[in-house]
């Protein structure tokens, strides 16, 4: 079993990559790898199971894929000819995120994301529509929250 805490940090690029390829090896090989990172992007690609920790306490455990399903659905949509807020007034959206003129739209539950569709072609052509996967640093903040000082 290999336990390692922050295997990652002070490496280069190469490096990184030269270090996730060794413990890829030796996970392939039936060696247990088990690893606290802060780089969330290097434990998205390599890790098959996910565990969060806040404060000392586990408080979401699972593969990506699994910790993703207990999100909000999420769009991008982009209608560069839309007027500004047009997003705004969506029943069962709220807009997440403002990238010029991108907008990434929570779903609640229940939302038909096809009417989401319809009143964007009303406001103009559409550019993008597509979902949108949380990352696991977005995953991680959802999870842990705000931190208090």
């Known amino acids: 079993m290999l336990v390692l805490d922050e295997p990652f940090a002070g490496l280069d690029p190469v490096a990184v990559d030269v270090m996730a390829d060794v413990l890829r090896e030796r996970a392939d090989a039936g060696v247990p790898v088990i690893f606290s990172s802060h780089e969330l992007e290097l434990v998205e690609r390599l890790c098959d199971r996910v565990g969060i920790i806040d404060r000392g306490r586990m408080v979401a455990c699972g593969t990506v894929a699994d910790l993703r399903a207990g999100g909000p659905d999420r769009l991008w949509v982009d209608v560069p000819s839309a007027p500004v807020g047009w997003a ?12 010029g003129s991108r907008v990434l739209l929570e779903l609640a539950p229940g939302t038909d994301d096809q009417a989401v569709l319809q009143a964007a072609l009303r ?4 550019h993008e529509f597509r979902r949108a996967e949380a990352s696991l640093v977005e995953i991680f903040r959802d999870v842990v929250g705000e931190v208090q000082p």
């Open 88 to 99: 705004e007034g969506q029943s069962g959206a709220t807009v997440a995120r403002t990238d």
């Open 123 to 126: 406001t103009g052509p559409v």
